[in-house]
């Protein structure tokens, strides 16, 4: 079990792990995605991913502190990762989504839910990155977690 210092490297790690999902796909999550926890000005899902030119950057809110559900968001970002901007939540995206084990909400606009089988494989993830780093700004001391809606952006 490894132990990160922060948020940022334990989703880097976690990223990193989550890519072999994408080996038995025809989809890749390219090299030069920056993947953190951050949380963004205006209002957003848990999640998100932003495209920079070539450069592509994967984010989870700080607000998320269960770890599997972590995992769980940065699967998605990743799958928007692997396909670009113009993907959106479209037929690709859910092929995609699927591919790596996530089920697709259609009445969600763009949730997605891991299957049974692939939770199985995010928590032996969780277990292999070690404990999920507090916020560096807002710790939870009394351990609450916040209950989010499935999926994200
Ligand atoms: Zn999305």
Same mark, same amino acid.
């Given at each position: 079990?490894?132990?990160?210092?922060?948020?940022?490297?334990?989703?880097?790690?976690?990223?990193?792990?989550?890519?072999?999902?994408?080996?038995?796909?025809?989809y890749e999550v390219p090299e030069n995605v920056r993947c953190?926890?951050?949380?963004?000005?205006?209002?957003?899902?848990?999640?998100?991913?932003?495209?920079?030119?070539?450069?592509?950057g994967v984010?989870?809110?700080?607000?998320?502190?269960?770890?599997?559900n972590v995992a769980e968001i940065l699967l998605h970002e990743l799958v928007h990762a692997a396909l670009g901007a113009r993907?959106? @939540?479209g037929r690709k995206f859910q092929r995609c989504a699927a591919a790596?084990?996530?089920v697709y909400l259609s009445h969600t606009r763009g949730g997605t839910f891991a299957t049974a089988?692939?939770?199985?494989?995010?928590?032996?993830?969780?277990?292999e990155c070690g404990p999920y780093p507090p916020d560096a700004r807002?710790? @939870?001391r009394d351990g609450r977690q916040l209950s989010l809606p499935g999926g994200g952006e």
């Open positions: 079990m490894s132990s990160h210092p922060t948020r940022g490297a334990w989703i880097t790690d976690m990223a990193d792990r989550l890519r072999g999902l994408f080996d038995a796909t025809r953190s926890c951050a949380r963004e000005g205006r209002a957003k899902g848990p999640g998100w991913c932003t495209f920079e030119g070539a450069r592509c984010y989870v809110s700080p607000d998320v502190s269960d770890p599997v993907a959106g @939540h790596v084990g996530l089988e692939c939770l199985k494989t995010l928590r032996s993830f969780v277990e807002r710790e @939870h």
